[in-house]
């Protein structure tokens, strides 16, 4: 994986900035390491970024997208990249590809990805082991994706 020495910033909920006209990238996956990696590299190719190590294993910690439908993270964001790893990651993905929802980035397994498909269709899907490369690249499709689109 990649590594940064700087100490990951942390958004909480309705925190996004503005004012920067960077793209904004919400980022969830429940492996610390992969959900600060990811973050630091992202942030150090210009893009605005907040986390989510999704809910708890043991359920304490709900997501408030599946709990109310809403999520001020995720609508705040331009682009979300999301995990097979997460508890709910079938459900969390489903509602992501709701209409009006930002462009999602999935990691999964390569011989998942027809059940992925078949549950968000327009999703950007990415095989694990994810690299560096693959993942930016993925990224920036599909942040260019919601530039493309007209606005509302």
Same mark, same amino acid.
């Given at each position: 994986?990649?590594?940064?020495?700087?100490?990951?910033?942390?958004?909480?909920?309705?925190?996004?900035?503005?004012?920067?006209?960077?793209?904004?990238?919400?980022?969830?996956?429940?492996?610390?390491?992969?959900?600060?990696?990811?973050?630091?590299?992202?942030?150090?190719?210009?893009?605005?970024?907040?986390?989510?190590?999704?809910?708890?294993?043991?359920?304490?910690?709900?997501?408030?997208?599946?709990?109310?439908?809403?999520?001020?993270?995720?609508?705040? /964001?331009?682009? !979300?990249?999301?995990?097979?790893? $997460?508890?709910?990651?079938?459900?969390?993905? #489903?509602?992501? @590809? =709701?209409?009006?929802?930002?462009?999602?980035?999935?990691?999964?397994?390569?011989?998942?990805?027809?059940?992925?498909?078949?549950?968000?269709?327009?999703?950007?899907?990415? /095989?694990?082991? !994810?690299?560096?490369?693959?993942? $930016?690249?993925?990224?920036?499709?599909?942040? #260019?994706?919601? @530039? =493309?689109?007209?606005?509302?």
């Amino acid at each position: 994986m990649f590594w940064s020495r700087r100490k990951p910033r942390l958004i909480a909920t309705g925190e996004w900035d503005t004012s920067g006209g960077k793209t904004r990238v919400l980022v969830e996956n429940p492996d610390h390491v992969e959900l600060w990696a990811y973050a630091e590299l992202l942030r150090g190719h210009g893009y605005d970024v907040a986390t989510c190590a999704g809910e708890d294993y043991d359920g304490s910690t709900r997501c408030p997208l599946l709990e109310s439908g809403r999520c001020s993270l995720v609508e705040g /964001a331009d682009v !979300v990249v999301s995990s097979c790893s $997460l508890v709910e990651g079938d459900a969390i993905l #489903a509602m992501l @590809a =709701a209409k009006g929802s930002p462009p999602v980035v999935f990691e999964a397994p390569q011989p998942e990805f027809e059940r992925y498909r078949q549950l968000a269709p327009q999703s950007k899907l990415i /095989a694990m082991q !994810v690299t560096q490369k693959a993942f $930016l690249a993925t990224v920036a499709e599909a942040s #260019a994706a919601t @530039a =493309a689109e007209p606005a509302s």
